[in-house]
């Protein structure tokens, strides 16, 4: 073939973009999926982690003797065993440390004390009972509102410096400009929230197998975690192995949602594990271990303010938060961001000034603070200023949905600096409200509302508006213990034109095997089918930060994106010489790069690819190949917003909440398969439902955990949850490559704020103006006599 | 003490601990890992298997009692050629899996459903799964791939 003949068979382009099936799926329908307790190997081991039954207690002594003499067992771990190593305690991802295995005294119910290892799982367990400790118990503060007390127990005696249980003050606003606009306001209205300590549970719990290669030395870890590459550096610094041999493999994992970004030390506990015995190791907890254990989210005693006109502009909203972090500050966050992004508390709305203060305390419960879909605490951002306009609402006598409406941000104001210095980057807010008012018909539910109430028939109406910050982040504003957010991308394109995507981000169920194939395809004229995605395998990938804080198409998907495109500029090259053109001469269009003025004379990424492979002479510099890599640094975060309605049914008489309808408009950009952004939103609703009405984890006096099981801690069925009414506007974001923002958490950040909404709203003919979730038939039921419950503690 | 259980249509003979529970029996014994543990108080039905013609939580259900008995798993669901259960094609085709962790224990149940009843209403599909927990989907689209199997069932699509 002479390089100017015309080759009509490969340019087949179809834009790649929209529902397709998902690659995923052929293996789970089939049962054939592989999570880390699906990996078996020879001669592994099983360990399992002697808990403290106590919150707080010093740990007298230690007797292993009987468990490490029971036939089964290879080895039993003690942290004074961990401490020879150095190993007693590891850093948290938030710049504190925890104990992996207590050596002092253990500081919540729970808290990992010994580790044995044996032949399989049920002797493990057996040998557990066998393990004596001695424990004097301490006082116990359960509750972050006594941990400033003077009398307070001490919880972290390890840290030299510590003579409180504060972890720290932040702060974020104007506070002079703020107090001003309220000295100034014709209305203030504050309340006392709480937003309970919640857990993500996968129904997948975390666990590892971890197999040291004695011969090579070369450690891989299997592992549930939703940064690979940033567990490896983690696991190279604590255990001093150097990071090329350690390669840290994330299967598939059965659900994440922030649950799965941190460190535990049961991961650790299977590393020396395999260290001690020269086996593989497998350790995967219970799912008590796991909600008493792992990290929670939320646990937030906030104190909001908003101020206003008496016509109804809203002026400045005004925050003061208490954060319960546990025992340990083990809250996964940009460093700099001690509370995530809170300070979005602005919201959605156009405010002369806002400021918010931030107290971190420890408590003798399980350490954590910010997993759960949470978009680094915005989730309790957005509560709080939701809840904020609708008592305003309520104070004013002006309708919640007209007053957002009133008060939103307009499209021309953006990009907008918010008045705590985030820059949303675009966004038409009214348009996202009209659009679910009307799927509503919100009107008409007004009016069914009025007739209801005459009748003595209680149902609600609740709004929600929220903007999140997602797909940290910049380099400059952002990292993880010193190691920036950025993501790596490497694209391969093999000489028959198909091509593998290796990523740094690690799917939970999104489905990236899919989109990101669909993104590449989309850029390279290719179909979906012809691009492999690879992902969770340290060896396999690039580095890159993971997935959590809806960041994988935000920053992932964006350098996926800039690899293709890098591709492309080196295929323009090699078209340019099969062309016999100038490349200058070449524009890309319809999936091929084609000769300006003459767009028959083209070539497509298969055929291109081939002959880059091939003995054609590319010209000086141009190497045989169309491979690239890149490193995606955002600009920016990216601004996913929507509006939802939710109307509830509420029986005065029990409490009994019923969602009757939950209408959601999201606008997350550009939406690459709109099924799985909707299948994304359908579970954060449902997130809403169990956040507001059912889902807590609280704690007694001693410091138990009430929340320990699936009996005690209840998530939604399909029985409590709605079918959604879904809408969407799209508002591309200026500054990623594709315009798309993110969806992972949106409606977990969004929903629990419209539901909460809606029950008040209906108690109104009873006077309520606020209970604190979750809106159990029981809070509902002493709300409506006036009593609220307090409803994270069992005190008397 | 020896059991004899047939799963999928194969009979396995193991000695086992008394106290062996039937899905560490399917998964460690057997090695048939489509069949997840989720919870151990029966709460979250990803450990749900078929034992003789009903769908059980097989944490809660000890090997022994499945001795002499036969045990459907998700392995077991397509036909001996490959061809794919209606339920496994309408949970692709809905999008009625995100992680697929649950995935396994809700089209066994599904399965049963239309067994006994072929054209379910969504409210009777959703008190069937609401023995079981899904985290990803917010169930609307597992109710939608039951339907979606129901429906090209009872049309005898074959397609």
């Not at chain 2, 799964?129 to 199997?149: D, F, H, K």
Request: glycine share 10%.
């Amino acid at each position: 073939m002479s390089k100017s003949e015309k080759t009509e068979t490969s340019i087949i382009y179809k834009a790649s973009y929209g529902s397709v099936p998902r690659k995923e799926d052929a293996r789970f329908v089939r049962g054939k999926g592989t999570f880390v307790d699906d990996i078996a190997l020879p001669g592994m081991l099983c360990g399992a982690v002697l808990r403290s039954p106590l919150a707080h207690a010093r740990i007298l002594s230690i007797d292993t003797a009987a468990a490490a003499a029971h036939p089964m067992v290879e080895a039993v771990i003690t942290g004074e065993d961990l401490a020879e190593r150095g190993m007693a305690w590891m850093p948290t991802l938030s710049a504190d440390v925890q104990a992996v295995l207590a050596t002092d005294k253990v500081r919540f119910q729970g808290q990992e004390v010994a580790f044995v290892v044996a032949r399989d799982r049920y002797s493990a367990r057996d040998a557990l009972e066998l393990i004596n400790v001695e424990y004097e118990p301490l006082p116990v503060l359960i509750d972050a509102q006594t941990a400033l007390d003077a009398d307070a127990p001490i919880i972290r005696d390890d840290l030299a410096s510590r003579t409180d249980n504060k972890i720290f003050d932040w702060a974020a606003g104007d506070k002079e400009a703020t107090d001003l606009v309220f000295e100034q306001a014709d209305v203030v209205i504050a309340q006392e929230m709480l937003y309970p300590r919640s857990h993500p549970a996968p129904l997948e719990t975390c666990g590892a197998v971890a197999d040291l290669d004695e011969i090579t030395g070369k450690l891989t870890i299997w592992l549930t975690t939703q940064a690979p590459h940033a567990h490896r550096t983690m696991y190279a610094m604590i255990t001093g192995l150097p990071e090329h041999k350690i390669r840290v493999i994330s299967p598939d994992i059965g659900g994440g949602f922030g649950n799965k970004v941190p460190i535990y030390p049961g991961y650790l506990c299977a590393i020396v594990g395999t260290l001690v015995t020269g086996k593989p190791v497998k350790w995967v907890e219970d799912r008590s271990e796991n909600l008493m254990s792992t990290s929670f989210a939320r646990d937030y005693h906030m104190r909001g303010e908003i101020a206003a006109t008496k016509d109804g502009q809203i002026l400045a909203v005004r925050a003061r938060v208490l954060a319960d972090h546990g025992a340990f500050n083990g809250a996964a966050q940009p460093t700099k961001f001690p509370a995530g992004f809170f300070h979005m508390f602005t919201g959605s709305y156009d405010l002369r000034a806002a400021y918010c203060e931030v107290t971190g305390v420890y408590t003798n419960k399980a350490p954590g603070g910010v997993a759960y879909s949470c978009s680094f605490r915005i989730t309790e951002a957005v509560y709080l200023v939701e809840r904020m306009v609708d008592l305003l609402a309520r104070e004013l006598g002006a309708d919640p949905a007209e007053l957002r409406m009133r008060n939103l941000l307009r499209p021309e104001q953006f990009p907008y600096t918010c008045p705590t210095g985030l820059e949303y980057d675009s966004g038409d807010y009214p348009k996202a409200l009209a659009v679910a008012m009307d799927i509503a018909g919100y009107a008409e539910l007004r009016e069914e509302q009025a007739s209801k109430r005459e009748r003595g028939e209680y149902m609600g109406i609740g709004v929600s508006f929220f903007t999140e910050g997602v797909g940290a982040g910049p380099k400059h504003l952002m990292d993880i213990l010193g190691l920036g957010m950025n993501d790596g991308a490497d694209l391969r394109v093999h000489p028959t034109g198909k091509a593998v995507l290796a990523i740094s981000c690690q799917t939970q169920g999104q489905g990236h095997e899919t989109t990101f194939a669909q993104i590449v395809a989309s850029e390279l004229g290719l179909s979906p089918d012809d691009v492999e995605v690879v992902h969770g395998d340290t060896d396999r990938t690039p580095f890159g930060l993971g997935t959590y804080g809806s960041r994988s198409t935000a920053v992932s998907g964006a350098a996926a994106a800039v690899v293709a495109r890098k591709v492309r500029e080196r295929a323009k090259l090699v078209a340019a010489a099969m062309l016999e053109v100038s490349a200058e001469d070449l524009e890309w269009a319809d999936g091929a790069w084609r000769v300006k003025g003459d767009p028959e004379q083209a070539r497509g990424i298969a055929e291109i690819a081939m002959a880059a492979h091939s003995g054609l002479d590319l010209g000086d510099g141009v190497e045989g190949h169309l491979d690239a890599m890149t490193v995606y640094d955002p600009p920016n975060l990216t601004f996913p917003f929507g509006a939802y309605i939710c109307v509830t049914d509420v029986d005065p008489g029990t409490g009994q909440v019923t969602v009757r309808r939950f209408i959601a408009v999201d606008d997350c950009g550009v939406r690459i398969n709109p099924m799985i952004v909707d299948g994304q939103v359908h579970r954060g609703l449902a997130d809403g439902v169990g956040m507001a009405l059912m889902q807590i984890i609280a704690f007694d006096e001693h410091g138990n955990c009430l929340g320990g099981s699936l009996m005690d801690y209840l998530l939604p069925t399909s029985v409590e949850c709605p079918s959604p009414e879904l809408g969407a506007t799209v508002t591309p974001s200026p500054h990623h490559p594709i315009g798309a923002k993110g969806i992972g958490e949106s409606a977990t950040v969004g929903s629990p704020a419209a539901v909460v909404n809606s029950v008040i709203d209906a108690l109104a003919p009873f006077g309520v103006k606020h209970a604190d979730m979750p809106l159990t038939p029981a809070a509902v039921w002493c709300a409506i006599q006036g009593r609220p419950l307090r409803s994270d503690l069992a005190l008397r | 003490m020896q059991i004899t259980v047939s799963v999928n249509g194969t009979d396995y003979t193991r000695v086992i601990e008394p106290r062996l529970l039937l899905i560490h029996f399917i998964r460690d014994e057997l090695r048939l890992t489509g069949t997840h543990w989720g919870c151990d108080t029966s709460n979250c039905g990803a450990c749900v298997v078929w034992l003789d013609e009903k769908p059980v939580k097989s944490c809660t259900v000890l090997a022994a009692m499945a001795d002499g008995r036969r045990v459907l798993t998700v392995e077991g669901m397509a036909s001996s050629g490959g061809r794919l259960d209606p339920v496994q094609q309408g949970f692709t085709q809905c999008h009625g899996l995100q992680c697929g962790f649950c995935t396994p224990g809700m089209m066994l149940t599904a399965r049963w459903l239309l067994n006994h009843n072929p054209d379910p209403s969504d409210e009777v599909i959703r008190e069937a799964l609401s023995g079981q927990i899904c985290r990803c989907t917010g169930y609307e689209n597992i109710v939608r791939s039951v339907r979606w199997a129901a429906k090209h069932e009872a049309g005898g699509d074959q397609s």
